[in-house]
């Protein structure tokens, strides 16, 4: 009887041990399935997040060049003559006062015998003792009335707006203008500008008046004409400005 008694003890025992291992066995396996979910889980949330990151670092990107793109295109437009509305302005000095902004440049001139005022968009120190200017909106009375008579623009620093002889000059690395004010308004009177081929070879094109007769002048009497005109706006007083301040 007793050692019956103990026969079914240890096989209750072996019961339990076994049970204890199946249970141990599914508790070791869900822990692992956990594990893997929460690693996957890990996983997606850190592909997800990686591209978040890359989406926007794109975007950022994608901005920054915009940006950048809109930043050029600004400073290309800073580089034109300014637009100035006169209205309510009857005198040139109302328009300094009233019109022009801080860093803006303003200049008294004389072309052709007009007395002209130059509002720039800004002016920068030319080391000959003036503060010059590459642009310029020009104004003039017309009985009593201020109106605008034209725009214009240097290629650079290195092409300050000069006057010689009551005509404007403008220049750049490619082109010079000579300019004179003819029925209240400012007309190109020559200019000369040149163009490279792929080679290297220069063509000169010359214009007058309107441009009307453009390229009626050969390229080698054009070059002559450029280096004239070379000369006189080197020759030429550079317009000094005065800065605004406000």
């Known amino acids: 009887?007793?050692?019956?008694?103990?026969?079914?003890?240890?096989?209750?025992?072996?019961?339990?041990?076994?049970?204890?291992?199946?249970?141990?066995?599914?508790?070791?396996?869900?822990?692992?399935?956990?594990?893997?979910?929460?690693?996957?889980?890990?996983?997606?949330?850190?592909t997800k997040s990686s591209d978040l990151n890359t989406k926007a670092s794109n975007e950022e990107s994608s901005?920054?060049?915009?940006?950048?793109?809109?930043?050029?295109?600004?400073?290309?437009?800073?580089?034109?003559?300014?637009?100035?509305?006169?209205?309510?302005?009857d005198t040139f000095t109302q328009i300094v006062d009233k019109k022009l902004t801080d860093g803006m440049g303003y200049a008294n001139a004389n072309i052709d015998g007009t007395d002209v005022l130059l509002v720039s968009s800004g002016t920068y120190d030319n080391q000959d003792g003036n503060f010059a200017s590459i642009d310029s909106t020009i104004f003039m009375y017309k009985?009593?009335?201020?109106?605008?008579?034209?725009?214009?623009?240097?290629?650079?620093t290195a092409?300050?707006?000069?006057?010689?002889?009551?005509?404007?000059?403008?220049?750049?690395?490619?082109?010079?203008?000579?300019?004179?004010?003819?029925?209240?308004?400012?007309?190109?009177?020559?200019?000369?500008?040149?163009?490279?081929?792929?080679?290297?070879?220069?063509?000169?094109?010359y214009e007058s008046d309107d441009g009307s007769k453009k390229d009626s002048v050969s390229s080698e009497d054009a070059e002559k004409i450029y280096n004239s005109l070379l000369d006189e706006m080197e020759n030429a007083e550079v317009i000094g400005y005065s800065t605004v301040k406000k």
């Not at 009985?143 to 650079?156: H, L, P, T």
């Not at 000059?169 to 163009?195: A, P, Q, R, W």
């Open 1 to 46: 009887m007793k050692k019956r008694l103990l026969v079914l003890s240890l096989m209750g025992i072996m019961v339990f041990s076994l049970a204890g291992c199946k249970n141990s066995e599914n508790d070791q396996n869900i822990s692992t399935s956990n594990s893997s979910t929460q690693i996957t889980a890990s996983n997606e949330s850190a």
């Open 63 to 89: 901005d920054s060049s915009s940006t950048n793109t809109s930043s050029e295109k600004a400073d290309m437009e800073e580089e034109t003559a300014p637009n100035i509305d006169i209205s309510g302005c």
């Open 143 to 156: 009985d009593s009335v201020i109106v605008e008579v034209g725009k214009v623009c240097s290629g650079g």
């Open 159 to 205: 092409y300050p707006l000069s006057i010689k002889d009551g005509k404007l000059y403008t220049g750049g690395n490619h082109f010079v203008c000579k300019y004179s004010l003819t029925d209240n308004k400012l007309m190109i009177m020559e200019k000369v500008s040149v163009e490279y081929d792929k080679d290297g070879n220069e063509t000169y094109h």
